[in-house]
């Protein structure tokens, strides 16, 4: 079966069997039992383990499945059903594609596309798979997307690393990139338990080469957290996990309930 993904070693298209992708050249890349394979060479990584770890994954699946950020969810898949309307068969791609949370979303929102995601956390990858058993999932990183040029109608990075040249190499001319970023008051409520001064996320619309800015989707909304494992959850997936002083850990901790502001920024690009 072709393949969404291309071999990371000579570049060549990439034919999913059974049991492994294989290219032309010989290069072979196993499937794992879960459905994902890797295809982040062995000088790229950082660690032996690079991304999220099994704890990381499942405290953010439990939260995500809780359904605290559906909304975003919504939003996305209502927007992937409009930048696709009149493809036959569109090609999507979920850049830091995590547990899945959205990819899986928009695969039954767009039965017709077809679906892939990257990440580099093969424990996040375990259960995106399980989630999109249509879809195809590799450990590959957002600087050196395992994806051919031109190939993809539609891409989504959702609080991810990105790299704006590999974005506009594998998307098609007048494909869309979708960009969702924290807006300046999301998680207002947290980070003033969390510091003594907080400040609001500076918000800036980015111009990105090879990409014409669209519009903007703001999304803001108030979340209420009954459990402490629900709040810490929240905390561990957002940067302020590696950059609070212990003092504001603790306080957080402490918490069996939080009400929250929760804001996010949409941005819509158009390849040109």
């Excluded at 695969?107 to 580099?120: E, N, S, T, V």
């Excluded at 990858?125 to 993809?152: Q, T, W």
């Excluded at 998307?171 to 969390?194: D, I």
């Excluded at 003092?247 to 158009?270: M, N, P």
Aim: with cysteine; net charge neutral; hydrophobic share 40%.
């Amino acid at each position: 079966m072709s393949s969404l993904f291309r071999c990371p070693i000579c570049a060549a298209p990439l034919t999913r069997g059974e049991r492994a992708y294989t290219c032309p050249a010989g290069h072979s890349y196993d499937l794992s039992a879960e459905g994902y394979t890797h295809l982040l060479p062995a000088n790229q990584k950082h660690s032996k383990n690079p991304g999220d770890d099994k704890q990381m994954v499942a405290a953010r699946c439990d939260f995500l499945d809780k359904g605290y950020y559906a909304p975003l969810r919504q939003a996305l898949i209502d927007l992937s059903v409009e930048l696709t309307a009149g493809i036959p068969s569109p090609t999507l791609l979920d850049s830091g594609c995590g547990e899945g949370y959205y990819t899986a979303g928009l695969a039954a929102a767009l039965p017709r596309a077809r679906m892939a995601g990257i990440d580099i956390s093969k424990f996040a990858l375990r259960r995106a798979a399980k989630k999109v058993p249509g879809g195809e999932f590799a450990v590959a990183s957002s600087y050196r997307l395992p994806v051919p040029d031109g190939s993809i109608h539609l891409l989504y990075n959702v609080f991810s690393p990105l790299c704006a040249d590999e974005f506009a190499r594998v998307l098609v001319p007048g494909g869309y990139f979708v960009y969702v970023v924290p807006s300046g008051r999301h998680l207002w409520q947290m980070k003033e338990v969390l510091y003594e001064n907080p400040y609001e996320n500076p918000v800036k619309q980015e111009d990105y080469p090879g990409f014409a800015w669209q519009r903007a989707i703001p999304l803001r909304y108030t979340v209420t957290l009954d459990r402490s494992a629900d709040i810490m959850a929240l905390f561990a997936m957002t940067p302020y996990a590696w950059k609070t002083p212990k003092a504001g850990v603790e306080r957080l901790s402490k918490l069996t309930q939080l009400e929250t502001e929760i804001g996010f920024d949409i941005h819509v690009y158009q390849r040109t």
